[in-house]
């Protein structure tokens, strides 16, 4: 069957952009405008505060994970609340791919790695909406190793580099998206996958996105009544089913496209259009451009 996180990840094509390990002391503070890109952050030692625009605040601890899919506005410091002028304190370089806050001398109160990405894919937004807006787990000690390798691996100079990067850190994706269902994540795919009825009717919708899905056959795949099935689906997901479809084929149609793995009338066919006026239509109003311009810009 297939796994619809597996696919969301990989169609992304992440990459690591930075990796770098971070240490604090005293009063600091650090702030991010929102730019589109997919960060995450492991704590090693000690605690600090993180502030997501539009969520409550956060205390940090050692063995906690955050991922930003695609970064909001937020704020990181220290437990001791920082002046309004620590925030503008550049961190200051200890070393290859280490950094200092606040007190550069002396051990530091708190330790993490913070890594920013990039996703390769020129569609990211459209996938990237299928995820929640941001992640957090604790006490899998899983991702601390799988961000070390990243990092150890972003700092070696070794074959392959970039290649094995990408593998890591897919593989670090997806298991801190795997591993926020056991808590209360967020709206979006891995909230979804959670609900095991919900989770069937999205496998369902994976595997055979060219069927012409109802609403109706949806809900039988859930086992829930449609009135039932619309609701727990667009509560969990944050979409409502068919446009969550829709969102889906849409993803599939710009990979196929961008590879020029076929037609675009073939492409209409795998991704459930009766015919290729009716993709291209569907096509230009969710993406914004025909897929005939889609495909020579992306050439």
């Avoid at 299928?130 to 074959?159: C, I, M, Y």
């Avoid at 967020?186 to 994976?206: E, I, N, Y």
């Avoid at 675009?264 to 005939?292: K, L």
């Amino acid at each position: 069957m297939t796994d619809p996180l597996t696919e969301v990840v990989s169609l992304l094509q992440p990459g690591v952009r930075v990796t770098k390990v971070v240490g604090g002391a005293g009063r600091w503070g650090v702030r991010r405008a929102e730019t589109g890109e997919p960060s995450y952050c492991i704590v090693l030692d000690g605690r600090c505060r993180l502030a997501i625009e539009g969520s409550p605040e956060l205390v940090l601890e050692p063995g906690d994970f955050v991922l930003i899919p695609a970064t909001w506005n937020f704020a990181m410091s220290s437990m001791q609340a920082p002046e309004p002028g620590d925030f503008d304190m550049p961190p200051v370089a200890q070393g290859p791919g280490e950094f200092r806050l606040g007190q550069t001398d002396g051990a530091p109160d708190v330790r993490f790695i913070i890594g920013h990405c990039v996703f390769a894919s020129p569609d990211a937004a459209l996938l990237v909406s299928l995820l929640p807006r941001f992640v957090h787990v604790r006490g899998e000690p899983r991702l601390a190793t799988l961000a070390q390798l990243v990092g150890d691996e972003s700092r070696a100079r070794r074959p392959a580099r970039e290649v094995v990067m990408a593998r890591l850190l897919e593989v670090l994706l997806i298991e801190a998206l795997r591993a926020t269902s056991n808590a209360a994540p967020a709206p979006g795919l891995v909230r979804a996958l959670a609900d095991t009825r919900l989770a069937q009717a999205l496998r369902q919708m994976h595997a055979t996105p060219a069927r012409a899905w109802t609403m109706a056959e949806l809900a039988q795949e859930a086992a829930l009544s449609r009135s039932a099935f619309f609701e727990r689906f667009s509560r969990a997901v944050g979409k409502a089913p068919m446009e969550y479809l829709l969102a889906w084929r849409m993803a599939l149609a710009t990979d196929l496209l961008r590879r020029g793995a076929c037609s675009i009338a073939e492409v209409a066919q795998r991704v459930g259009y009766s015919s290729a006026s009716t993709f291209s239509v569907a096509f230009a109003r969710h993406v914004g451009v025909p897929p005939a311009r889609y495909v020579r810009e992306a050439a």
